[in-house]
């Protein structure tokens, strides 16, 4: 989040410049991640599949990126 000066209520001075230091503050808010059985088990199950796909679409991307790029993409007409 960005807050203004306003926001902040600092006062304006004429002279602020962005050539002077400022003190910034940084905050977070931590969330912890608790590991669910079901969140495990649901990856634990789509592993193979996302694994096949891995091997199914790599081979096609190798296959179709120089062939794209050596005729243009699809359906749009190369102007010379």
Known sequence: MIFTREQLRFNSYPKDNLAMKYNLMFYTAKEEEKNHPSRILRNFALTPFTLVGDAVLLPLVIIATPVILL?????????N
Not at 71 to 79: A, C, D, M, Q, R
């Open 71 to 79: 005729n243009g993409p699809i359906g749009v007409p190369i102007s």
